[in-house]
């Protein structure tokens, strides 16, 4: 399994993966899950992938492939996002219609999910998320990012936090937490990360990095936030079971309302 996160913002892109695959307990290892398509002062695309690596490595290689024919379509070729999405989508379906039945026959489902996202020149940055199916859906302002792999962990802190107009470094860090939250609660997600960072209209990548275990700053942001979840709940008020249904309406109105219930009591 894997969780990967791409963030698409006023000021940029945020792309972070994980890079741990598995087949079971004892048959751990790593492969990376991020793929940079660029062409300098023209093109800028990032590919994720999750789901089975066999499947995802098929179509990355595809795609890559594709980048040395003159006649079919490729990723030097598409006019926007939205074509490139479309291609990623073809070439997916170009290796399900090869391998779906064999797979089937197995008992195995034919399981991948990509995000793409980038700019290409004279275009707005996009990012898509791309299903095993080869459809795909689009980030919004009102929904600017997108998870696929083992999202549900490091979910809720990206929706308390992120907005469009949150900054690539907040995003950054927003992305790291939640990444930290995946893999303290999910054997399958793991260390080493990519961390991709892209400025609006740059048409090159600002930031590229590889955060190891013994990263300083990773280690210390998780440290730090642990720290701090642990201090919020501490001060959280305890639990007035007696008064515990009283509406924060209630409340307003009388403020006495809970005293005077508990004296009359």
């Not at 945020?14 to 307990?25: E, K, Q, Y």
């Not at 170009?94 to 779906?100: I, K, L, N, Q, Y």
């Not at 999910?113 to 290409?120: H, M, N, R, V, Y």
């Not at 609660?185 to 955060?211: C, K």
Request: aromatic letters at 8%; charged letters at 25%; glycine letters at 6%.
């Amino acid at each position: 399994m894997t969780y990967c996160v791409g963030m698409c913002l006023d000021a940029g892109l945020v792309f972070l993966s994980d890079s741990r695959t598995n087949a079971g307990v004892d048959h751990i290892n790593t492969f990376r899950k991020m793929h940079l398509f660029d062409r300098p002062e023209d093109r800028i695309l990032v590919l994720m992938t999750a789901g089975n690596l066999a499947i995802s490595q098929s179509v990355v290689n595809t795609l890559r492939e594709r980048l040395e024919s003159k006649r079919r379509m490729n990723f030097n070729k598409v006019p926007n996002l939205f074509e490139a999405a479309k291609h990623v989508g073809d070439c997916l379906r170009e290796v399900h219609d090869r391998d779906a039945h064999y797979l089937k026959n197995l008992g195995v489902d034919f399981s991948a999910s990509f995000l793409l996202g980038g700019q290409i020149k004279e275009e707005e940055p996009r990012l898509f998320n791309i299903y095993a199916a080869g459809n795909f859906i689009e980030a919004t302002r009102e929904t600017p990012y997108f998870q696929i792999g083992e999202s549900k962990y490091g979910k809720p802190i990206i929706d308390r936090v992120i907005t469009s107009g949150t900054s690539l470094n907040e995003a950054a860090k927003c992305a790291l937490i939640s990444m930290d939250s995946s893999i303290r609660s999910n054997l399958s997600v793991g260390m080493p990360l990519d961390l991709l960072i892209y400025e609006r209209d740059a048409l090159t990548v600002a930031h590229q990095v590889t955060i190891n275990e013994d990263s300083a700053y990773f280690n210390q942001i998780r440290r730090l936030w642990g720290n701090r979840l642990r201090e919020a709940f501490t001060e959280l008020p305890e639990p007035d079971w007696e008064n515990i249904n009283l509406t924060a309406e209630t409340l307003r109105q009388n403020p006495g309302a809970s005293q005077k219930r508990r004296e009359r009591d």
